[in-house]
């Protein structure tokens, strides 16, 4: 009997580990001491997985605290540091790390520091990691650590700290939100990653996400290549139309990341590829009864106190797509093909 996947086990974790981060950050009150009022721009940057986390904390920052901010993958801010800072404009950068030990990312924030262009927040499941001790502004999520290659819940707590900082504060009824709605939507998720994971008529995935939700699309899109080697593509959701639609057909899954400023828009979108053979899921926080005219299935998201909050309860379906289409393909989930934890240069 093959012990149970390890990835598998810290994705069915997330409702009571989220519980667990929204304490510990409830003790750990460095966001409080951040005065965005002070920075002329935010960059948020990370490596993969928190690179992406990086697209959507960036626009949910720039709307919650009216400041100018950006997502750059720690490589580019390394090697072209003069395209994204400037001495004259002082700038918070907020360094997103599961390991705290990824070389690019470690060796952007030296460069930041040198320059003397801001200052500098880690966020990291490791806080006694290297990149940690290099700032002195540390949001730690240590219950989130885990042991898969890929990032799963190291992700969806890192957004809960993130969303700390940008929001300076956490609602009410946070906790029941995650436990009782996190349950449901577990559930919910696991029953139809599972059909549409073995269904191997649907040979690619499409991911289509606007506003901060882009951020997540494209997290999806490397769960699905990272865990299940499937062909995967992340767009906003109008720019679908603008030349990649014309990929779409019966062997095509597109899964769209509803918004409440877009829906009317999203959901043409939706039909446009629906007619065009897809096959089509919705993830929405938003219940209206035009979604299910023109989808295959939906996945409804208890809104919550803020969109900002409820994020994370959409990684679940996203990471369970990615591990029964791994599964069912023969594939280890916790030995992904050609990746390693931690990419450390010399
Ligand atoms: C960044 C990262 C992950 C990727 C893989 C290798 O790690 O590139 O995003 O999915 O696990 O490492 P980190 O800097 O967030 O630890």
Known sequence: MKCPSYTFEEILSQPEIWQQTLYHL???HIETAIE???YEQVLFTGCGSTYYLSLWASRWCEMRQRVLSRAVPSSDLLLFPSSWLHRNKRSLLVAISRSARTTE???AVERFQAGGYGDCVVV?????QPLAKISPWVLGVPGAGEKSVVQT??????????AALIEQDTPPGLATLYMEEGTRILKESIALAKF????HNLAKFVFLGSGPFYGLANEAMLKGKEMSLTPTEAFHFMEFRHGPISTVDRQTLVVGLLSEEGLDYELDVLKDVHELGAYVVALSGVKHPSIMQNVDHALFIDEGPSPIWHAPLYLPFLQLLAYYRAISKGLDPDHPV???AVVELQ
Not at 196 to 199: A, D, V
Request: glycine share 6%; aromatic share 10%.
């Open 196 to 199: 549409l994971g073995s269904s």
């Open 338 to 340: 050609h990746l390693k």
């Open 153 to 162: 819940r190291s992700f969806s707590n890192m957004m809960l700290a993130v």
């Open 105 to 107: 990312t470690i060796r």
């Open 124 to 128: 990291t499941c490791y806080p006694d």
């Open 26 to 28: 409830s003790q750990n």
């Open 36 to 38: 965005f009022g002070k």
